[in-house]
């Protein structure tokens, strides 16, 4: 969405359910062989329906989301390798709107 020019921009949520595409190569993250265990390997894999490839953002604020699976009982949050972090502000690196 773009705002008239003058005006503040607003930002559409990016909360709910969604398949997480890289636009270089048009494969979907997918969780390794549908796992529910902590710890497991995102994997990218050609895009599909099944659950494992599904993820829900939670907003956190301030154009910040959580990404979390959906395909099992527990509600695992994804996790950068070696818990990276963003120095000007001290938190993980997270989703983040554009």
Known sequence: MRAAEGTQAAHASM??????VSQATGLC????GNTND????IIPYPCGGSINMKFNFVDQSSGFY???TVNGTQDLCLNISAGAYRRETGKNLAAREI
């Open 15 to 20: 909360e709910g359910t969604h398949q997480i």
């Open 29 to 32: 993250f997918n969780i390794k």
């Open 38 to 41: 902590s710890g497991e390997a």
């Open 66 to 68: 959580s990404i979390h």
